[in-house]
């Protein structure tokens, strides 16, 4: 079963240390010249997460992707919502 996932973006002091972060989830892209990395943890335990890496005295602050929580459902040019087939 798949689960689902949110993304993470943490800005660190050192890439070095961000090598940690893998504990927590799957690390999907780390950015030297901006010094953050992008990971992915489970939807249902990420308030923990956050409050665990935050804790890490390399990391300096953590921001949740708002990808799931957006509604995908758009509205045509009239303003009517369109029906999946």
Do not use: C, W
């Amino acid at each position: 079963m798949i689960k689902d996932r949110i993304g993470l973006i943490v800005y660190v002091n050192a890439l070095k240390a961000s090598r940690q972060l893998r504990r927590f989830g799957n690390v999907y892209f780390t950015s030297k010249r901006e010094r953050y990395v992008f990971l992915y943890v489970d939807l249902e335990r990420h308030e923990q997460v956050v409050e665990r890496i935050t804790e890490l005295p390399f990391v300096e602050s953590v921001i949740r992707s708002e990808r799931p929580f957006i509604s995908e459902t758009y509205a045509n040019k009239k303003g009517k919502i369109q029906e999946e087939v």
